[in-house]
């Protein structure tokens, strides 16, 4: 290899780690913080190395706030919202790639349409409605309304139509109907599609906060993101207290964390040899 090309990837080297340590480096901080005294943490808030370690951060999460509790409001919205999406969002996207309907073009066209307004633009309708049809303050109004989003049901179309329409002759010539060709067919070769949206929407309803702002007010409702953000205002604390903060800020990472490098090797997975020649 020429001198030349050897110092050129050197340098290239040399930029990506600094850049991975620039991007990396907040979360040290926060790991570092969050292990760490009152004192030393306002003192010396970016070290990352504890001169005293110790757990009192985490101890005064769980037993003097109410993390627990809205950890398990996360948890039980999370769950529900992405089993529902993945159901809801494959169903609608298979309509729109398969099945021929009158006002198909339409559909796709306000979907589209959907995905390109701000939610915040939406917060002030969605709390008219959730409040009109009695939803206000319950796991009703916080589940219901993120059950099906335009992005998933976008994915699972675009993916739908890139497997060949002759994987689904066979079972149609067998008798199979539209819903049987979809549940035992199609919807088992969209492995990768479907890991996509259960990433995409346990990270969103996991840190989705400004639905829940309209959608409750119950100290019992909250969840991790409105919970977290009051500590980190200070409304539930005197003074920076930063580990604590950072504490809960920490175990609210770990679960999208762990979801993510558990099945990011299947998303760019395709449907190739669905077909046999």
Not at 202 to 224: D, M, R
Not at 238 to 256: D, F, N, R, S
Request: a neutral charge.
């Amino acid at each position: 290899m020429p001198p030349r090309r050897i110092i050129a990837q050197v340098l290239l080297y040399v930029l990506l780690v600094l850049m991975a340590l620039v991007y990396i480096f907040p979360f040290l901080v926060e790991i570092s913080t969050s292990f760490k005294t009152d004192g030393e943490a306002a003192q010396n808030p970016v070290s990352l190395v504890p001169s005293v370690f110790t757990w009192a951060a985490y101890e005064r999460l769980f037993a003097n706030s109410d993390f627990p509790l809205w950890f398990a409001n996360s948890a039980i919205v999370t769950v529900f919202v992405t089993l529902g999406r993945v159901f809801f969002d494959s169903l609608a996207g298979y309509a729109l790639a398969r099945l021929q309907f009158r006002g198909r073009a339409v559909v796709y066209g306000a979907l589209v349409a959907v995905m390109s307004v701000p939610a915040v633009v939406l917060l002030i309708p969605k709390f008219l409605v959730i409040n009109q049809l009695g939803m206000y303050d319950s796991y009703a109004g916080m589940i219901l309304p993120l059950l099906v989003d335009a992005a998933g049901v976008f994915i699972m179309k675009n993916f739908f139509e890139s497997i060949p329409a002759s994987v689904e002759e066979q079972a149609r010539i067998d008798g199979a109907g539209s819903f049987r060709l979809f549940w035992s067919v199609v919807l088992p070769m969209a492995r990768p599609a479907l890991i996509t949206i259960i990433i995409l929407s346990f990270q969103g309803s996991w840190n989705e906060l400004s639905h829940f702002i309209v959608s409750t007010q119950s100290p019992e409702l909250t969840t991790l993101t409105k919970g977290v953000a009051s500590l980190a205002s200070g409304q539930l604390s005197q003074g920076t207290q930063y580990p604590i903060k950072l504490a809960a800020a920490l175990i609210m990472t770990i679960p999208v964390a762990v979801m993510f490098f558990v099945f990011q090797r299947h998303i760019m997975n395709s449907s190739e040899g669905a077909v046999k020649e």
